[in-house]
């Protein structure tokens, strides 16, 4: 991660319970080469002292607006100009509001007002907070304003709920930071990403699905969001928010993503297919819902199911086709499956993952991948879903380059 050495990064510490992970996350950044300094609002003071972050940092922690023996060191607006970037990590949903509303009450918001380098936030919260309307009106807000969110991310919270609102983990944070440093390796392409499982109608109240849950289609957006691309998902149902700056296009069938995907393809940089799209459909859809008594013999029901069209395949094979990648999850002969798929559906590049491991893959936040394409593959650890996107996206991002060069 070349881009973050000598770099000066600016960590505003809030107060929410996630505060005490800003210990790890200095020590990442500067593993990374960063050099940090940490500013603390008052309430984040009660979750994690001044003094451990000030060990960590080998830096004064500042906590106060006015505190002359500090602002004669250094000054808000010496802080503010210091930086290269500043990052709120956790950042409250009253740190957020704050933000928005424009406030200078604090050193930390009085710094993010004064700051001219890009600023970041890493937001962490009651799953219910986060899906307040007041707190998405002053994301947008902050969004609108070119500020940039890595997470949250989705689990089980210190305060026993579950959904969005947990702080992304921190090797993820810093991926993140590091992509606001690059000059965007994908800017200015258009990655248009399929997500999510499909659901085949029986009959208006029955459907054929599967478990995706999305959530590695939708990291890989929020990654290649990361690196500059301008970014498309054709998603079916699902249960998690989609990156704000995201073009989301809802679909439920397999022949509705088809379909939203040709109209696409011509405008696609890049596509990568991550549905679970269902291989089948119930040949006939009734409109009216099927009684017991309607089928033949009621102690078993034969379903007639006819193929979908693959709609990685209709982008592979389409004129002037964008560079296509595709995954698959199998439960055994991985990479043989694999790479079988990488040459019948002409692929540029594939992610093998193994499914049927209740820890990595489906539903799970984590994933175990090898990478596939022609003449190479790699092997990434286990790593969160996030993680993973960076890496395949940097992949893509290197692949692309050598074939321009090449
Ligand atoms: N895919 C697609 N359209 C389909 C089926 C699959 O776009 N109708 C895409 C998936 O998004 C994924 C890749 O093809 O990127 C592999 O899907 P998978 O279901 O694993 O493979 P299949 O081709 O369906 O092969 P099989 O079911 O025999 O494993």
Redesign the pocket.
């Known amino acids: 991660m070349q881009t973050l050495i000598n770099k000066r990064i600016l960590l505003g510490v809030t107060g929410g319970i996630a505060a005490y992970k800003s210990a790890e996350l200095v020590r990442l950044l500067q593993e990374q080469g960063s050099e940090v300094r940490v500013v603390m609002t008052k309430a984040a003071t009660e979750f994690i002292t001044p003094l451990t972050l000030q060990a960590l940092s080998q830096n004064p922690v500042y906590t106060e607006l006015l505190d002359t023996e500090s602002e004669s060191a250094m000054s808000h607006i010496t802080l503010a100009r210091w930086a290269d970037l500043v990052l709120i990590s956790p950042a409250t949903s009253n740190f957020i509001a704050q933000l928005a509303g424009g406030h200078a009450n604090d050193l930390l918001t009085t710094i993010c007002l004064a700051a001219q380098c890009p600023l970041a936030i890493a937001p962490a919260m009651n799953q219910a907070m986060w899906g307040n309307s007041s707190t998405k009106d002053n994301c947008k807000t902050l969004l609108e304003r070119g500020l940039h969110f890595f997470g949250p991310a989705d689990g089980l919270q210190a305060c026993g709920e579950e959904g969005s609102g947990r702080l992304l983990d921190l090797e993820s944070i810093v991926n993140g930071i590091s992509s606001v440093f690059e000059t965007g390796a994908l800017t200015g392409k258009h990655v248009v990403i399929?997500a999510g499982p499909t659901r085949e109608a029986i009959d208006p109240v029955r459907f054929i699905s599967n478990h995706s849950s999305g959530k590695q289609g939708y990291a890989l957006a929020e990654a290649a969001l990361e690196a500059g691309a301008r970014v498309t998902l054709v998603s079916g149902p699902t249960n998690i928010e989609a990156p704000r700056q995201a073009q989301v296009i809802q679909v439920d069938s397999?022949e509705e993503m088809y379909v939203e995907v040709q109209k696409l393809i011509l405008d696609t940089d890049i596509f990568i297919?991550?549905?679970?799209?269902a291989?089948y459909r119930p040949k006939t859809v009734p409109e009216r819902k099927i009684k017991k008594s309607e089928v033949a013999s009621n102690a078993t029901w034969l379903l007639e199911l006819v193929r979908?069209?693959?709609?990685?395949q209709s982008v592979s094979n389409s004129p002037n086709r964008p560079f296509t990648v595709?995954?698959?999850?199998?439960t055994d002969n991985v990479i043989g499956?694999a790479r079988d798929?990488l040459t019948h559906?002409n692929l540029d590049m594939i992610i093998a993952n193994k499914v049927g491991d209740t820890t990595v893959g489906f539903n799970s936040d984590n994933n175990r991948t090898t990478v596939l394409w022609k003449d190479d593959q790699q092997e990434l650890p286990i790593m969160s879903k996030a993680a993973v996107s960076s890496k395949i996206i940097a992949l893509i991002a290197e692949a692309i380059l050598k074939d321009k060069d090449g």
């Open positions: 399929t397999a297919g991550v549905a679970a799209v291989d979908n069209r693959d709609i990685l595709g995954f698959a999850a199998e499956n798929k559906k």
